[in-house]
């Protein structure tokens, strides 16, 4: 038989839940994230005081990852488990299951204002069992919650095929100001898993959330560089409706929210047609995408291609996006470059 995993979201009542685990009694606290994101948010908050396991590696993509052994190795003997949820990580529920694993699995979503997946509008909400739509803000930081953002995500034409996604889209870390939700939901799983540890992660996670309030200031910054009419930005997949709520920006992609989704003919036809008509400013690939797609746009368009975004992971240590924070400011600075002409 194998044993479920224990999904948490950070609500008071969760943290209460937690609180009541097994202390760890050892120095480090065994952690595994699901990706490459969440592994450098984590190591901001917990520094040296965890030992931290990556399940999809940087430059990996999580719609199509298959476990390892060693995976349901790391998994069984973690104390935490650290994941996005709503659906993003198809491969956990499996590898949990397979692993034996007892340890809380953190879902770091709680507390996001969450964007429907358009793809997808008539998918019952009770789907995401992973997720308490409560969203009780209920986190360390003082956050300015100023949701006043009209969502003028104009992408439906071009969702063409079923997104392997449920009724939220789940890539909320590409806003700064949910980025800062993840990392105080981390701070108190992991000082409701070590107590003594608690001080030092709360400290990290205060001069760690003081850089993410830098970044966000300086990308408002660098978009408002950006003419309202040089806005809309073609990507491979949908993974940037969050980037683009919060920074009025637009983006058009032909895959939908999956890279597991097949664009057909007559989506991306609708898309070429789509961005004729609104001009659209920039073309890009992204790092675990196939470029197939958008070459295929670009020579259709005339456009040019504007470089490459990171989306679903952060790229290897000697690439432009090795932490969360490299990755933001390499996105939006790719983009405004190339809608700027520069």
Known sequence: MFKSAKLVSMT???????????????????????????SDFARNVGGERIALTTLVPSNGDAHAYEPKPADAIAVGKADLILANGLHFEGFLDRLVQASGAAAPVIVLTQGVELLRNTADDHADPADHDDHDHDHDHDHDHD???DHDHDHDHDHEQAHAAHDHHGAYDPHAWQSVRNARVYVGNIAKAFCAADAAGCPGYQANARAYDEKLQALDAELK????????????II???????????????????????????????????????????????ALFLENISNPRLIQQIAD????????ELYSDALSAADGPASTYIEMMRHNVDTIRDAALGQ
């Open 12 to 38: 008071g009542a969760a943290v209460l839940a937690l609180l009541a685990w097994p202390s760890v009694h050892a120095h480090e606290l065994r952690v595994v994230s699901t990706f490459s994101i969440i």
């Open 143 to 145: 956050h300015d919650h």
């Open 221 to 232: 910054s660098s978009v408002a560089r950006i003419p309202t009419d040089r806005r809309a």
């Open 235 to 281: 990507t491979s997949h949908d993974a940037f409706g969050y980037l683009g709520r919060e920074y009025g920006l637009q983006f058009l992609a032909p895959q939908g929210m999956s890279t597991g989704s097949e664009a057909s003919a007559a989506g991306v036809a609708a898309l070429i047609r789509q961005i004729k008509d609104q001009k659209a400013s």
């Open 300 to 307: 259709e368009t005339g456009m040019k291609v504007g470089g």
